[in-house]
Structures are given as C-alpha cells and as structure tokens.
C-alpha cells in the first residue's frame, strides 16, 4: 500500500466533503475513519472550513504529512451525499488506492443538475418566503421575473468571477432589491419591501449558522466559530447591499409585512424549503422530505407562538424540531443529516429581522434599528438552544450515530 498516495486520495475526499456543504465534523470524522480502516499506528487530522492538516503513520512505516487549503465553499447536497458514501465503502472495504481514485472521480462527474431545476428552485425559494411575508399575486409574478433575471442568472455569472461570499451577496442583494425598488417606482408590485424580503432570504443560508452551531457543540471551537463568523459577514454585506438600495430609494416607505393566514404560511414554507433543497443540489426525495421538515417546522412555530406568545420559545421548539427531524430523515434516506437541517430551517431563520434592522439605520429610525437587533440575537440564541435541546438528548437517550 503507497500511504502517502492513500492519504492524497482520502484528503482530496475530505476536502470535496467540506465544499460540497459538510459540517467539518463530519469530514473529519469521516477521514479518521477511513484513514484507520488500514495499517496505520498514528492518525491525527485537523479540519476548519478553509483547511485540512493530517499526519499518519503507517505500521512500520515513517510519518507522513499532508495539508490541502480550501478556498471556496459552495452547496452541492449530491455531492455531498455520495462522497459520504464512498466514505463508508472505504471503511468497510479498504478498497485500494486505485479504486478509491476511480470512485472518487465517478462522484466527482457524475451529471449535474439540468440548468432549469436552478431557476426552478431559486423561484420556489423566494417566490415561496414572498408568500410567507405577504406577498399577492403582482408581488408574486415581479418576484419570480427578477429572482430569475438577477438572482440567478446575474448570480451565475458573479460567482465564475468572485469567490469572496461576501461581495457576491453585496452585489446580488444590491442589484436584486434595486431592481425590486425601480418596478415599484413604475406601480408594478404592491408590497417591495416583502418582495425583498423573499429575494433576500434566497441569498441567506442556514448552512453556516447551523454548521457553526455543530461544531461549537462538539466542542470543534475554532470551526464552528469562522462557519457563524463567515454566516455572519454574508449576511451584513445581504443588508448592505439592501441598504444601499434603500438610501438610492429613500423616498419609498416601507410598512412591517403582514403575515397570511396559517394555511399559506405552511405551505409556502413547505415549498419554500423544498426550492432551497433542490437548491443546494439534492435529490428530490430528499428535497420533498426537506420541505415537509419546513411545513412542520412553521407549524410548530405557529403553534408554540399561539398558545405561549414568547417568539424566543417558539423559534426554540421549531429548530429543536428541525434537529431532531434531520437526525431521523438522515437514517431513512442514509445520508448526512446537513441536508435536512440547513434547508428545513429556513422558516425560523431571521431574514425579514435583518431586511428591517438595515432600514431602522437607512432611515435613521434606531428605535426599529435596536428593536431589530436585539431580536436578531434572540433569535439566533434560540435556535442554538434548540440545538442544545436535540444534541443533550441524542447524547444521553442512546449512542449518536452519524
């Protein structure tokens, strides 16, 4: 065995895993796994969103170090999935080094996604959260022309050219909400503000808080804290972006959106989660499962909000929800459980706190601005505890299984 061409192959895995969407727990488990599936005395790997170290030592053998730096990070669920797999074969198998190259390179091409299921999604996505927020019918058709024209047919050609996620949602967020705030200057579109509001939370993920989260639970500090770090600044250069519209529209108010009736509110979620799965490049079993994870978690946010009235405990018992029900949708489709919880919590995620917490500052309203803000922590505090709930409970009801 040519452990050092055994560890390339293995960390070139590992690193696939980690720009497909993984949680760096996961890939590193994953290469701790595999790695000592074969002859080798000492293993130790080190993993962060933007870097992987391991050294091995083959019995009998001498040390051996490789590093592989990660530069861009991006959604591909597909991937994902099957590089999970091939993980899994490796550690049962401990196929050679040959084998693992030739599966590994039939993961890498197997056929992408048709171009048309990117419109398709993105539109579901935001077309489905401009429901959630209010959006009619007028709203409705504006929102699928310009999701379709700027969000991802303009974002396309962005992302062949700029890998810094943070300039990508400035220039995408500025360009979808100017083009929101232009056709409503033309008595096109009836409510702008939730027609951004939908646009906007297509461009906001749920997979570095989530992830970040993980790791921070397990105790991975340093991973977890650069995945909210980086979750963080996306979503600043998203209200940036926005913001910018707004001053170059400052003439145009805005009311707090109106929620519709609960019926439309699950709905739109469900399709809402299930455009953000197929989003990412997931399968469509799993983006169905994704979206009624998404309907559900609505409802137990409605639910909770009801009969408690504390918006904290609801947003807690629907990402606790979530946590749980990715935990259980990863063992009927046997696939990581990433899938389902960075799409499906996308309903409790703060995207109109944020698009209002930018307008308190544009229009010099810092009562909105603070109010805004504070919610945005508490928000993202209870979904953490959410968490919290569901990873205690997996650790003391029964051995956790990844």
């Known amino acids: 065995m040519d452990y050092e061409m055994l560890l390339n192959e293995i960390l070139n895995i590992g690193k696939e895993m980690i720009k497909s969407g993984a949680e760096t727990d996961r890939a590193e488990d994953s290469i701790y796994r595999m790695i000592q599936s074969y002859d080798v005395e000492q293993c130790n790997v080190f993993v962060i969103q933007s870097d992987i170290q391991a050294t091995i030592k083959p019995v ?12 861009k990070v991006g959604f591909n669920y597909d991937r994902l999935d099957y590089l999970n797999n091939l993980s899994r074969y490796i550690c049962s198998h401990k196929p050679s080094v040959e084998e693992i190259r030739e599966k590994y390179e ?3 091409n197997r056929k992408q996604q048709p171009e048309y299921l990117n419109y398709l999604s993105a539109i579901l996505g935001g077309v489905g959260f401009g429901v ?4 009619d019918l007028t709203d409705v058709i504006v929102g699928t022309a310009i999701c379709a024209l700027v969000v991802v047919f303009l974002g396309n050609i962005i992302s062949r050219k700029e890998s810094n996620l943070v300039v990508y949602n400035l220039v995408v967020a500025f360009l979808s909400s100017a083009a929101v705030f232009i056709v409503a200057g033309w008595g096109i579109g009836h409510h702008p503000d939730r027609i951004v509001l939908g646009l906007n939370m297509v461009l906001i993920s749920g997979l570095g808080v989530t ?7 397990n105790r991975a500090y340093l991973s977890g804290i ?3 770090a980086n979750a963080f600044l996306g979503a600043v250069a998203i209200a940036c972006g926005t913001g910018l519209a707004m001053v170059f529209f400052e003439g145009i108010m805005y009311e707090m959106y109106i929620a519709p009736g609960i019926a439309v509110q699950l709905i739109s979620c469900g399709i809402a989660s299930m455009g953000f799965a197929l989003l990412f490049k997931a399968a ?9 994870g998404g309907l559900i978690n609505c409802g137990v946010y409605l639910l909770v909000q009801h009969f408690d009235g504390n918006n904290f405990m609801a947003v807690m018992a ?12 990863s063992r009927v489709h046997r696939a990581p459980s990433t899938i389902f919880l960075t799409t499906a919590i996308m309903p409790v995620i703060p995207g109109a706190t944020l698009f209002y917490m930018m307008h308190g500052f544009v229009q010099a309203d810092y009562a909105l601005a603070r109010q805004q803000t504070i919610s945005l922590a508490q928000t993202c505090l209870a979904i953490c505890f959410g968490f919290l709930v569901v990873e205690v409970a997996m650790r003391y009801v029964g051995k956790r299984k990844e």
């Open 284 to 292: 469509i079993r799993q983006s169905v499962s994704a979206g009624i």
């Open 226 to 228: 650069l995945n909210v």
């Open 60 to 71: 009998g053998g001498h040390f051996i170090t490789q590093i592989r730096r990660i530069h």
């Open 318 to 329: 629907g990402a606790a929800f979530v946590a749980a029900y990715s935990y259980v949708m």
């Open 106 to 108: 039939e993961v890498m």
């Open 211 to 217: 992830n970040g989260i993980r790791d921070i639970l």
């Open 132 to 135: 959630y927020f209010g959006c």
